[in-house]
């Protein structure tokens, strides 16, 4: 029986599991993919105390944190949560369960498909969610990059680093981007950028062929020879997993209170799955210490002892 399990292994969750351990509380943490959202970044330029920090050696720091405050990690998913009569929590992955007094949800969120037809066909043959993970296999190819946000713009300058030619597709003429940005991108010689039009589909059977392109405006269809289809058009909660234990948003993002606490006693939830206008490391990092801080103040009040929630 752990005092604490945590569901995902972002910047939430590496935290949540630090502050939980240093409570001493028997923490494991079960994450499908070690950094979550941070694999998809490159440099970490807003992270306090460091200038410039590689978002992979920032989750290997976390996690070697972690490890030395004696949390385990499995990496894994968790299918099911349970709760029992006493209170407690069985949490399933396909293969194994595991039981706790607690539970922190820190699963963040993820990308949203294009739900076009060959994206799912395509996926991993050359359709990608992950600019900095995915760009270095298009080296001197031909890549697409859809969406009008700062993500997508980030990643179409990613990409004209290393693809010998990028295309820019935004359903609109309006980019919701930083103006410097949105300046750097339309400066690169190697980045041709589509307004007012979409995506219908992705082709190829092996591997991404090209891409069929229509202009809303003009009604004009073309088909474009490209390697790399890169979609990039928000991120979205997916939170069904916990959907009879909490309280959700339209967006599915889960609703919390200031101690992170949901309408179910011992569940509590950090980073950016939860309700909540900015998605930011320092502001799940924050998040993850407050539910820790709860959990472990939880316990405490529940078999009748002192309550010392403070970590210094
Ligand atoms: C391209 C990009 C660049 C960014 N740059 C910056 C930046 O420079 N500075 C900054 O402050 N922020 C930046 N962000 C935002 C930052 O990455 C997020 O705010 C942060 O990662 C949120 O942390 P989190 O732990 O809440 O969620 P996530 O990082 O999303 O981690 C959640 C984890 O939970 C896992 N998970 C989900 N469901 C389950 C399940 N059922 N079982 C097991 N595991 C599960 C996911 O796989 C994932 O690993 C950037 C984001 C992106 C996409």
Known sequence: MYDVIIIG???????????AARREMKTLIIGK???GQLVWASEIENYPG????????????????????????ENDEVKKIEKTPEGSFILYTNKKSF?????????????????????????GKGVS????????FFRNKKVVVIGGGNSALDAA???????????????NDKFRAFD?????????????????????????????????????????????????????VGRIASTDLVIDFVDRNEKNQIIVNTKMETKTPGLFVAGDVCEGEFKQITIATG?????ALSAYQYLQLKEGKNVVARDY
């Open 33 to 35: 993919e070690l950094g």
């Open 180 to 232: 410097v940005l949105l300046k750097e991108v339309k400066e690169k010689e190697n980045i041709e950028i589509f307004t007012n039009s979409e995506i219908k589909k992705i082709n190829g059977t092996e591997k991404v062929d090209s891409i069929s392109l229509y202009n809303v405006k003009t009604k004009e269809e073309k088909e474009i020879e490209v390697d790399g289809v890169f979609i990039e």
């Open 129 to 136: 969610y992950c600019a900095n993970c995915d760009g270095p």
């Open 9 to 19: 292994s972002g910047p939430a969750g590496m935290t949540a599991g630090i502050y």
């Open 99 to 123: 039981s706790a007094k607690t539970v922190i949800i820190a699963m963040g969120l993820s990308p949203r498909r294009l739900a076009v037809p060959g994206e799912t066909e395509l996926s």
């Open 287 to 291: 998040q993850g210490t407050i539910a």
């Open 50 to 73: 460091f200038d410039n920090i590689s978002a992979f050696d920032l989750i290997d720091k976390m996690k070697e944190q972690a490890l030395k405050f004696k949390v385990e990690i």
């Open 157 to 171: 300058e990613v990409l004209s680093k290393i693809a010998s030619q990028v295309y820019l597709v935004h359903r």
